[in-house]
């Protein structure tokens, strides 16, 4: 592994990516302002063209121009980070001059990279019809104000983009949080930007006030981790934790920074702002909740759990298995049955989120229940690395068919439908093309075959099966008593996702089934960009399922550097 | 040359025709989709005869496909035209396919069907997209029984459910949304059940067996998994151990049970029946019944014989139970796609007895079952759809005298009512004899008294009852001043389209071809589980005595 210091030779390369983000912030505070404004020398009659201001021009005028600026820098981002990860990995340290690691550059910093930038692009590509810019013709109040604010969306995108990469990135569990905070804070504004709607507002204050106890529990957890070990590096956490992690103070600084990432993934019992943020936000700034912030969460998760309370430190089994089990069941029971009683869309994706959270956290679950003692560190590490490819996997496809729903739904939004079920009826007649898109995403959502999130789910329920089978010496007087019972959690999810089927068909009942509102019978909107993005999502969606083969290969390889690690 | 890839074309052409041609549909105007209808119909005929055609001349075997072994004497674990190609290799998951004596009777009868079923709703609404449906499921059909691959097996399994869905939901009756829905969720409910017995079974392999996932260092391989359970359970042994296997068992049946399906599991059989349209309906009873009793023959029978035997008690029961109560459930149906609904749950119940006789006569007699229900029940539900079709009524008693108005519709409905219920010389009746026969060796085997047979018996006498007594009062009662049905509003009343005629005919003639001459079938099924018994389950189940 290289080390380098801060602005070395070949510091600027190895996050190219996050300077691309950088760049395309200042790029946007400049671009929207460029004009025909020219400098006059004093004392002279030069007039020495100065592009700030002026009569801007045709371009630079375009209230979307933002929006298009902002998914060029993502997706030059996106093609940076691929680039880097798939043509030959240069592990890079960031280290200070004092030597102690701030962030790193790896496969699985890199993979997840890619599922934020993905996310963020494919959001902001949608977020060019799905804000009010309207032409520049537009010379009304409402129309000036909602051209004019354009810009500070996307900005706040980058920043969430920048934060993101920052979580993934990070080496330092004070970095992480910082990166962490700067993500929350610019999707608190995302999710109320439209304050003129009661609900954004009301959504965003609800999003704000839970999300700021969660990280101030998380912080608090922070400064008590600090007090115990002297230091946040996750190298020196992890080492303190091997030697005597089963102290009061560290297990109460871990049980509060689980509350803060907890929220992020929402998981019960910290799930409850989710639905009314993902339904007050517009459709895609919920898709990011929904996908990139969760992303996040279970990095954040993966990291605390795995790298720095590994369960190495203790013997046998990890101190968190038991509660973290019971909240996975939790999480995933309850985020399915209030799935089936929701009528608003937005909510009802919201808690099949909550329901893919308990998922995700059944599987680390299982990473918890590896036996660490002496003999048996290779199997196990073999199962863990199956674990945490199924988790990465999972959240990787989950770009493709939640944001994609999200974006569907996005469309509708953009006639001021999207917040009943009703308001799909009818879909498959109005617009073939969506109503097709969309049951695609539901089909995938619920894991039927040949679709990602099919394999997505068989890989999740593969990792259980195997941890719990791991000590299992297969013979004839083999007995159902020998199973770990982690392989209940399996059971526990498939009945699971039998019962989310019924609400994710009810979705394609209503759109081929129900005639369209009244007033609704038209043509949707257009929107070339926000279609071009469902398109992606939806091939991604199939492709990803039909031939999972790469993306598990790479998805190997990013858990590959976190389980080697260990 | 090798032709091993010719399995491919079967999953291939239908599948991917279907796709292109829904896409295309999708980006025409309604107006051009209705001029477009017709052609596409016509291009599914197509498609699907040369399909017929293909798997026609697979079974013709050696003098026209080069490398064909012959059916009959196919060794048990061999495959025709068997075909390996790596899809995700790092879990052990490749494209196998290949065909034996227990899955070519099911693709041939697919490819029977599926021409059949587009002549018998060559009139049916929404040409453009029916039809490429239909192929699409007739696609997702045939995968499900050329896959010699859990993973591929699961994945073509569920596929079945999607253009079925949408068959029943877009061209159903007036309650079909409840009854997609209920049809999909109870399906969906119980594979993902037997998935996670799936998965189970893969991790407590052996690593690195034949086609092993170079990371996993396990393989969804259905053969070479077969092979290791045989040797695992040989000598008395219990492959996995008793509790596990039973519960493994278990699983697995249940993903199975529910779509043949068997009482308890029944209910969401008749809803969809009723509320699907004629085409589906008779590929849903035709072929789309049997993927569970395939599906139990293919794995759990062959994996856990001593579950099997442990439990075939139970399965024993729920056949009777089957057989017993879908018929008399039949006596009180007035609504005639209902009754034959309940007529398909009680032959199910038929193939279950004869699984769970464990004997290669009572097995052969449920793959016959299999394959002669599939020829009958589709020319039910056809007389079915006819009836609906033309009378606008599915009530029986809505049209009398139906032999003084619409002679061919009458002819039909008496010959299919007349094969369903066992007439002999037509194929149900071979099947029905055999399975009668392997019950009784059974029942002399374990000593019960004869009282046993009294069951079955019975229900032979009411399934005669509720065929005589709906066609006495749809076809011959009220004779000459009969007066048409009130939903035809005074209109003359119509016998079939052409169409419906030949699919009619042809159907009746491989009834009684089946009948006459059942050794076509039947001799390659019986060399099948004879090789299966003598293979696997004897030295596996009398080891341990």
């Known amino acids: 592994m290289k080390q380098i210091e801060s602005f070395d030779e070949g510091f600027v390369l190895a996050l190219a990516p996050e300077f691309v983000l950088v760049i395309g912030l200042f790029t946007l505070m400049i671009a929207p ?79 997840f990279e890619l599922i934020f930038f993905g996310a963020l692009a494919l959001a902001s590509a949608a977020s060019v019809n799905r804000l009010p810019a309207t032409s520049r013709s537009d010379r009304t109040a409402a129309g000036l104000y909602n051209n004019r604010r354009q810009v500070d969306f996307y900005i706040l995108l980058l920043t969430t983009g920048l934060g993101m990469s920052i979580v993934a990135l990070a080496q330092d569990l004070f970095l992480l949080f910082i990166g962490l905070e700067l993500a929350s804070f610019s999707t608190y504004v995302l999710v109320s930007f439209i304050k003129e709607s009661k609900e954004g507002t009301e959504a965003g204050m609800k999003y704000f006030i839970v999300g700021s106890v969660a990280s101030g529990v998380g912080l608090y957890g922070l400064s008590l981790l600090y007090l115990w070990s002297g230091s946040l590096q996750f190298a020196d956490l992890s080492v303190a934790f091997a030697e005597n992690g089963m102290e009061a103070l560290p297990l109460m600084a871990l049980g509060m920074l689980l509350v803060g990432f907890g929220f992020k993934v929402s998981a019960a019992p910290f799930h409850f702002a989710a639905p009314d943020a993902y339904a007050g936000a517009t459709a895609p700034v919920a898709g990011v909740l929904a996908t990139a912030s969760k992303a996040m969460g279970v990095l954040g998760l993966l990291r605390l759990l795995l790298v720095v309370a ?83 996997f999972h959240l990787a496809v989950l770009v493709c068919f939640k944001l994609g729903a999200f974006l569907v739904l996005s469309l509708l939004e953009s006639e001021k439908g999207g917040h009943t079920l ?101 043509a949707l909107p257009s929107g070339t960009p926000v279609r071009f993005a469902i398109l992606v999502c939806l091939i991604t969606t199939v492709f990803f399922g039909v031939g999972a083969g790469q993306l598990i290969a790479l998805c190997e390889a990013a858990a590959n550097a976190l389980v080697g690690a260990w | 040359m090798t032709t091993d890839w010719i399995s491919l074309p079967l999953v291939g052409l239908p599948l991917i025709s279907s796709i292109v041609l829904l896409a295309f549909v999708a980006y025409s105007s309604p107006a051009a989709r209705d001029r477009m209808g017709p052609s596409i119909r016509m291009a599914s005929l197509v498609f699907s005869l040369i399909m017929l055609v293909l798997t026609t001349a697979m079974f013709f075997g050696s003098n026209y496909i080069e490398g064909t072994m012959d059916w009959a004497t196919l060794s048990f674990g061999s495959f025709n035209y068997e075909f390996r190609y790596d899809w995700i290799e790092s879990l052990g998951i490749h494209w196998t396919v290949g065909m034996d004596a227990l899955s070519f009777p099911m693709v041939w009868l697919t490819t029977f069907l599926l021409p059949i079923t587009i ?93 092993a996932g170079a990371w996993t260092g396990r393989t969804f391989d259905i053969p070479t998994l077969t092979a290791h359970a045989q040797s695992a359970n040989a000598g008395g042994a219990w492959f996995l151990g008793e509790s596990l296997q039973k519960i493994l068992f278990v699983m697995l049946m249940i993903g199975f049970l529910v779509k043949l399906p068997s009482v308890p599991f029944h209910t969401w059989l008749p809803d969809a029946h009723v509320q699907a349209p004629t085409g589906g309906s008779m590929l849903l009873a035709g072929v789309m019944l049997k993927m569970g009793a395939y599906g139990m023959f293919r794995l759990p029978l062959a994996f856990f014989p001593h579950a099997a035997q442990h439990f075939q008690f139970a399965l024993l029961a729920l056949g009777m139970i089957s057989l017993v109560w879908g018929a008399v459930v039949c006596l009180g149906q007035t609504n005639l796609k209902k009754m034959v609904a309940y007529s398909s749950v009680s032959h199910m119940g038929v193939i279950l007895i004869g699984i769970a006789t464990m004997q290669p006569l009572g097995w052969a007699a449920a793959l016959f079952m299999m394959f002669a229900h599939g020829i009958i029940s589709p020319m039910l539900f056809a007389v079915c759809g006819a009836f609906k079709h033309h009378y606008h009524s599915m009530e029986i008693g809505a049209m009398r005298g139906m032999a003084k108005h619409s002679p061919w519709l009458a002819t039909s409905m008496m010959f299919a009512w007349m094969a369903s219920l066992g007439l002999p010389l037509l194929a149900g009746f071979v099947a029905e004899l055999m399975m009668f026969l392997a019950l009784w060796y059974f029942i002399a085997a374990e000593g019960w008294s004869v009282l046993w047979m009294v069951g079955p018996a019975f229900v032979l006498a009411i399934t005669a009852a509720y065929y005589l007594w709906s066609m006495q009062r749809t076809i011959f009662e009220g004779g000459d001043d009969t007066q048409p049905p009130a939903s035809l509003h005074g209109q003359p009343v119509p016998d079939i389209t052409g169409a419906e005629k030949w699919a009619m005919v042809v159907m009746a003639a491989f009834t009684i071809l089946f009948g006459v001459m059942p050794w076509i079938a039947l001799d390659m099924m019986h060399g099948w589980t004879e090789a299966f018994f003598e293979t696997l389950l004897i030295p596996i189940l009398k080891g341990g005595a």
């Open chain 1, 310 to 392: 590994s369960p190495e430190a203790t013997d046998g089994s990890a101190v968190w298995l038991v509660a973290l089990g019971v909240l996975s069941v939790v999480t995933m029971t309850w985020g399915n049955l209030a799935a089936l009683g929701s009528t608003n869309p937005k909510r009802m994706l919201a808690y099949s989120s909550v329901a893919h959270a308990g998922y995700m956290m059944a599987a680390i679950t299982a990473i918890g229940a590896l036996n660490w003692e002496d003999g048996h560190v290779d199997m196990s590490t073999d199962a863990a690395l199956v674990v945490v490819t199924a988790l990465i």
């Open chain 2, 119 to 211: 002549v018998a709703t060559w009139h049916e609404k929404n040409a453009a997209v029916y039809f490429p449906l239909l192929l699409m499921m007739g696609g997702a059909l045939i995968g499900v029984f050329v896959a010699l691959d859990l993973f591929m097996f699961y994945v073509f399994w569920e596929l079945t459910l999607i253009p079925m869905f949408f068959l029943i939901l877009k061209w159903g009756g007036k309650d079909r949304k409840y009854a997609s829905q209920k049809f999909f969720i109870y399906t969906f409910t119980a594979s993902v059940i037997m998935l996670l017995g799936l998965v189970t079974v893969y991790f407590l392999q052996p690593e690195n067996l034949s086609h």
């Open chain 1, 33 to 111: 302002n460029v004009g025909n404004a020219t400098f006059r020398i004093p004392l002279t009659q030069i007039r020495v063209p100065w592009f700030f201001g002026g009569k801007r021009g045709l371009l630079s005028s375009d209230p979307r121009l933002p929006g298009l600026l902002t998914t060029v820098f993502f997706t030059l981002a996106f093609g940076l980070a691929t680039v880097s990860f798939v043509g030959g990995m240069n592990k890079t340290q960031i280290i200070t001059e004092g030597g102690s690691t701030m962030l790193q550059i790896d496969e699985f910093s890199r993979m």
């Open chain 1, 422 to 522: 009703e308001s799909l009826g009818g879909l498959a007649k109005r617009d073939p093309f969506l109503a097709v898109a969309m049951f695609i995403f539901m089909m995938s959502l619920a894991g039927v075959p040949p679709l990602s999130g099919f394999v997505s789910k068989l890989l999740v329920i593969m990792g259980i099966v195997k941890v719990a089978l791991l000590d299992v010496t297969v013979n004839s007087n083999l007995t159902f008593g020998d199973i770990h019972w982690v392989w209940f959690l399996a059971l526990l999810m498939v009945i699971n996702s039998a019962i989310s089927v019924f609400y994710y068909l009810r979705v394609g009942l209503v759109m081929y089934f129900h005639e369209p509102e009244e007033g609704r019978e038209g």
